[in-house]
């Protein structure tokens, strides 16, 4: 089952987008048997990651839900009529909030940019399995 995009309107108001997310979309969580949210971003949330973590952990567990996180990083010069977020990290610390984040909500975390893939939890278990399967054709 597929919820609803939420824009956060120029801004990266994660809080505000997620509680409409669990607000809207999960007030029938009994009816569906998996429910996950999938965030698309290319930059952090305007909120501390503390206080997300937080918040995302509890509805996770209120909700029987996952939180999978795609982080885009964008490679381009700022010019002068960008807005400013309201809080502002670089791609390295960008991801690593992410995957705090995620670990609060049992999800996995995706950070991809125009030069490929950086970081995939999806293909690091994957590498992992094939490491294992070598592993074991060698004994």
């Not at 700022?78 to 807005?83: H, L, Q």
């Not at 309201?86 to 995957?99: C, G, I, L, Q």
């Not at 893939?117 to 690091?124: A, G, L, V």
Request: glycine share 6%; proline share 2%.
């Amino acid at each position: 089952r597929w919820v609803l995009s939420l824009q956060c309107k120029g801004s990266r108001n994660f809080m505000s987008a997620l509680r409409r997310a669990v607000e809207v979309d999960f007030k029938d969580k009994d009816k569906h048997k998996s429910q996950g949210l999938y965030l698309l971003t290319t930059g952090i949330p305007d909120q501390e990651t503390d206080t997300i973590g937080a918040y995302v952990s509890e509805v996770c567990r209120g909700f029987d839900l996952q939180l999978h996180v795609c982080l885009f990083s964008v490679m381009e010069d700022v010019d002068s009529n960008r807005i400013i977020p309201a809080r502002y990290a670089n791609p390295t610390e960008t991801a690593t909030a992410f995957k705090e984040i995620v670990q609060a909500a049992n999800g996995r975390f995706h950070w991809f940019g125009e030069a490929g893939i950086f970081e995939s939890d999806d293909i690091t278990v994957i590498v992992s399995e094939m490491e294992k399967a070598n592993n074991y054709s060698q004994k």
